[in-house]
């Protein structure tokens, strides 16, 4: 069988935030890029669909931001979380120092697709999707490009390096062997669609009660809605049967009693795992991870894209100028792993605490920790400015370089 070739200066594995990201910075800066995603198309919606402050402060370094909002979106300037029937400002953007003071709440396909039109402006710059890369290619020990099949066929891509996006299950990360630092995470999150009215406007994000937790995204015509449990229990709750699931949702956000019904078969309910995790080193001679690739994230806070993002920006801030010459010296893809580890690292670290912390407690019903945000929160209201910073902006975060 014939295979297809094609030889580029970079070449990204998986087309998501990090990797959509990193071939449109690549490719405005000159840098040949070759994006492979196993997918047909940026469709798929169990994904998040937060676009935080910093993420739009980068559209606007990039002068895309006013582009960008013309695509509908919802803007949640404020994060607030039922406590049972009292309601909790928990993040207020309003104070950070930057352009959009609030989260966009945006469907994922949306943003990639506004990314990637952007990118394909650029002759350098190509997507090519339905193609799912399964080996590496290496010479003398150094990795040289990746190979992936397709509905065509098998193609071979030799590249100065192979920057593997491909997500939390990346496959790069297991064919260099490199090895995965485990957090443990006791949670998994049942994902649906709940249709609402357009006109009811529920802002709130997180609702907990009585050893139940849910988040719910607005999506104008229905909610998005992650339903958290203890990992592995999701068997016992399909026993107790759909009335209970339904009336359990209902018990957490009144406001759905009249469209919980929608909820017709289990088949309607997602299991998603969660995983938080890091690789000990990102990189191999010709090869670096980024994004969920390096530092899969918890859904809590709602920072795994921005995260995805950041590392894009500083990968390509660090290696655009070194990429069109040659292999990537190895002490560039160190320095990289050395900028964006600890963002990541100190985030996984309070999504840790806030598993084991209120998460996990609510769950197994000895929530008394829960009491202290809550009070602090509500006597001292400025302190929401201090979540808002960590949520909205991230550790270290990233700028453009012109
Ligand atoms: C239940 C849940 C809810 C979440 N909600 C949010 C949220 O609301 N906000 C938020 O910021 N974060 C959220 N996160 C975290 C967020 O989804 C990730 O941190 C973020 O998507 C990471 O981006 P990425 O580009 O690194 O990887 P991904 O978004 O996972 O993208 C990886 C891409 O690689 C492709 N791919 C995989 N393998 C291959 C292969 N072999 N060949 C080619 N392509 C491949 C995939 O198809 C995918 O398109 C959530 C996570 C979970 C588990």
Redesign the pocket.
């Known amino acids: 069988m014939m295979v297809e070739k094609i030889k580029c200066d970079c070449c990204i594995?998986?087309?998501?935030?990090?990797?959509v990201m990193l071939g449109y910075l690549l490719a405005r800066a000159g840098v040949e890029v070759v994006i492979?995603?196993?997918?047909k198309d940026f469709f798929r919606d169990?994904?998040?669909?937060?676009i935080h402050p910093s993420a739009l402060q980068l559209m606007h370094e990039l002068d895309l931001l006013d582009q960008f909002l013309k695509i509908p979106h919802q803007k949640l300037p404020r994060l607030k979380i039922n406590f049972g029937n009292k309601a909790v400002k928990v993040c207020d953007f309003s104070h950070l120092p930057v352009q959009c003071k609030y989260i966009a709440l945006m469907p994922q396909w949306d943003f990639l697709n506004f990314l990637a039109e952007q990118g394909s402006k650029f002759k350098q710059f190509r997507i090519i999707k339905e193609?799912?890369?399964?080996d590496l290619i290496k010479e003398n020990g150094i990795v040289t490009g990746v190979k992936?099949k397709t509905p065509q066929g098998e193609i071979n891509v030799y590249t100065n390096l192979v920057v593997g996006?491909?997500?939390?299950?990346?496959?790069i990360r297991q064919l260099a062997d490199l090895k995965v630092v485990e957090s443990g995470v006791p949670i998994d999150?049942l994902?649906l669609h709940i249709p609402k009215d357009p006109a009811l406007i529920e802002q709130s994000l997180g609702y907990i009660n009585n050893n139940k937790m849910m988040v719910l995204?607005d999506r104008a015509t229905y909610f998005q809605c992650?339903y958290i449990i203890p990992k592995g229990k999701f068997e016992e709750i399909k026993r107790q049967g759909l009335e209970n699931f339904r009336a359990n949702i209902i018990s957490l956000a009144p406001a759905l009693n009249l469209n919980v019904s929608s909820i017709a078969t289990w088949d309607d309910i997602k299991l998603?795992t969660?995983q938080i995790n890091h690789l000990q080193q990102w990189y191999l001679p010709g090869l670096i991870c980024?994004?969920?690739?390096a530092h899969a994230?918890?859904?809590v806070g709602?920072?795994?894209?921005?995260?995805?993002i950041q590392d894009a920006v500083a990968t390509a801030n660090l290696l655009s100028e070194a990429l069109p010459k040659g292999p990537v010296p190895v002490e560039l893809l160190k320095q990289l792993q050395q900028r964006r580890a600890r963002p990541a690292q100190w985030i996984q670290n309070i999504q840790v605490i806030i598993h084991n912390r209120i998460v996990n407690p609510n769950l197994n019903r000895t929530n008394k920790w829960m009491a202290i945000p809550l009070w602090l929160f509500r006597i001292f209201p400025f302190l929401t400015r201090i979540p808002a910073r960590i949520v909205g902006m991230g550790f270290r975060p990233e700028h453009v370089q012109k």
Request: proline share 4%.
């Open positions: 594995t998986g087309g998501g935030p990090a990797g492979l995603e196993k997918h169990f994904r998040g669909d937060t193609a799912e890369v399964n992936a996006a491909d997500g939390r299950s990346s496959v999150v994902w995204t992650g998603l969660v980024i994004g969920d690739a994230m918890s859904p709602g920072v795994g894209i921005n995260l995805a």
